[in-house]
């Protein structure tokens, strides 16, 4: 990136950097034969953090383990955005028209998909994470399919306010979504997360989220250390800090108890339909990701 766009916005750092390895995964999907999707906005968020960052590439660290973790984890992040993309479609095809996406990174669905006429995008994330996506959309002149309205936002806070204030209608039919996002939050602030989207919804409301249990976070710190090792001042300490929280209780009664009727999907059963099955693991960082349990789950209020 040039001296003097720098200026323009902040390298990203802590959890924000999370982001932009979901992008570089799906910029690698993007490039094959056979995608299934199409972002074609991913590389370019991850040319412009590494030349920020100086990183060679986010792509595999030297131990073989944590290699084999990064294409374990960027395989399932195709298969998690490809489930998340027909959730959305299928929410609008059947009447929502506001969606709400909690934690967007660098999420381009408002760019990339097709909506229906009338359809209201709200991205919420932290200011660092949305100024620096949207100093390159608007590099690549990117113009969303939809109307899509980016709120800068800390969602262990007071959200909903920005949200409403931004035009959210709490009486629409509105289809929710918390991808990559529950794990950066304790359990205090994910139920607290799903109080607020609960007030905010109306019957017939669908919310999708993304599950971890808590060992996987183990792995992942490990992961992201190792990504990150080459940037210019790795801090472990406050990588580790990131993680807070696995789920101990089982997704869809922790949905149930707030209202929510909650179906779970397994990634592993979704990669196979899609004919992308998740890579084999080897190695023991990888297999111990095999005890962790992580769902795909799609709720309604009823
Ligand atoms: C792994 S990325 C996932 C991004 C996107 N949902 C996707 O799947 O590509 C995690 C995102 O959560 C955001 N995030 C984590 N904690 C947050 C908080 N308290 N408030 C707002 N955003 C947060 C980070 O900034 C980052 O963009």
Same mark, same amino acid.
């Given at each position: 990136?040039?001296?003097?766009?720098?200026?323009?916005?902040?390298?990203?750092?802590?959890?924000?950097?999370?982001?932009?390895?979901?992008?570089?995964?799906?910029?690698?999907?993007?490039?094959?034969?056979?995608?299934?999707?199409?972002?074609?906005?991913? &590389? /370019?968020?991850?040319?412009?953090?590494? $030349?920020? %960052?100086?990183?060679?590439?986010?792509? =595999?660290? !030297? *131990?073989?383990?944590?290699?084999?973790?990064?294409?374990?984890?960027?395989?399932?992040?195709?298969?998690?955005?490809?489930?998340?993309?027909?959730?959305?479609?299928?929410?609008?095809?059947?009447?929502?028209?506001?969606?709400?996406?909690?934690?967007?990174?660098?999420?381009?669905?408002?760019?990339?998909?097709?909506?229906?006429?009338?359809?209201?995008?709200?991205e919420l994330d932290t200011?660092?994470?949305?100024?620096?996506?949207?100093?390159?959309?608007?590099e690549r002149d990117a113009?969303?399919?939809?109307?899509?309205?980016?709120?800068? &936002? /800390?969602?262990?806070?007071?959200?909903? $306010?920005? %949200?409403?204030?931004?035009?959210?209608? =709490?009486? !629409? *039919?509105?289809?929710?979504?918390?991808?990559?996002?529950?794990?950066?939050?304790?359990?205090?602030?994910?139920?607290?997360?799903?109080?607020?989207?609960?007030?905010?919804?109306?019957?017939?409301?669908?919310?999708?989220?993304?599950?971890?249990?808590?060992?996987?976070?183990?792995?992942?710190?490990?992961?992201?250390?190792?990504?990150?090792?080459?940037?210019?001042?790795?801090?472990?300490?406050?990588?580790?800090?990131?993680?807070?929280?696995?789920?101990?209780?089982?997704?869809?009664?922790?949905?149930?108890?707030?209202?929510?009727?909650?179906?779970?999907?397994?990634?592993?059963?979704? $990669?196979?339909?899609?004919?992308?099955?998740?890579?084999?693991?080897?190695?023991?960082?990888?297999?111990?990701?095999?005890?962790?349990?992580?769902?795909?789950?799609?709720?309604?209020?009823?």
């Amino acid at each position: 990136m040039a001296g003097n766009q720098r200026q323009e916005y902040q390298v990203l750092t802590g959890v924000g950097l999370t982001a932009v390895h979901v992008a570089a995964a799906r910029a690698a999907e993007s490039q094959r034969s056979d995608p299934l999707f199409d972002d074609p906005f991913a &590389a /370019d968020f991850v040319t412009a953090a590494e $030349a920020e %960052l100086s990183f060679t590439n986010y792509h =595999p660290p !030297a *131990a073989q383990d944590t290699a084999d973790l990064w294409s374990w984890v960027a395989s399932y992040a195709v298969i998690r955005t490809r489930f998340f993309d027909d959730y959305l479609r299928d929410a609008c095809a059947e009447g929502c028209r506001q969606v709400v996406i909690l934690a967007a990174g660098l999420d381009t669905r408002a760019f990339r998909l097709s909506w229906p006429a009338g359809v209201r995008l709200f991205e919420l994330d932290t200011p660092e994470v949305l100024t620096f996506k949207d100093h390159i959309l608007t590099e690549r002149d990117a113009t969303p399919a939809c109307q899509r309205v980016a709120i800068n &936002a /800390d969602l262990r806070h007071d959200w909903p $306010a920005a %949200l409403i204030q931004a035009g959210f209608y =709490p009486a !629409a *039919a509105t289809a929710w979504l918390a991808e990559g996002l529950l794990m950066y939050l304790t359990q205090h602030e994910r139920d607290q997360l799903l109080e607020r989207i609960s007030q905010l919804s109306a019957p017939g409301n669908r919310l999708a989220i993304e599950y971890n249990s808590e060992y996987i976070n183990q792995t992942a710190v490990q992961l992201m250390i190792d990504s990150l090792s080459r940037s210019p001042s790795p801090d472990e300490a406050f990588l580790k800090t990131l993680w807070q929280s696995g789920t101990h209780e089982d997704p869809t009664s922790w949905l149930g108890r707030h209202g929510w009727q909650a179906h779970e999907y397994d990634a592993g059963e979704r $990669a196979q339909s899609y004919g992308r099955p998740l890579p084999a693991y080897h190695g023991p960082v990888v297999q111990s990701a095999l005890a962790a349990r992580r769902g795909l789950i799609i709720a309604q209020q009823p």
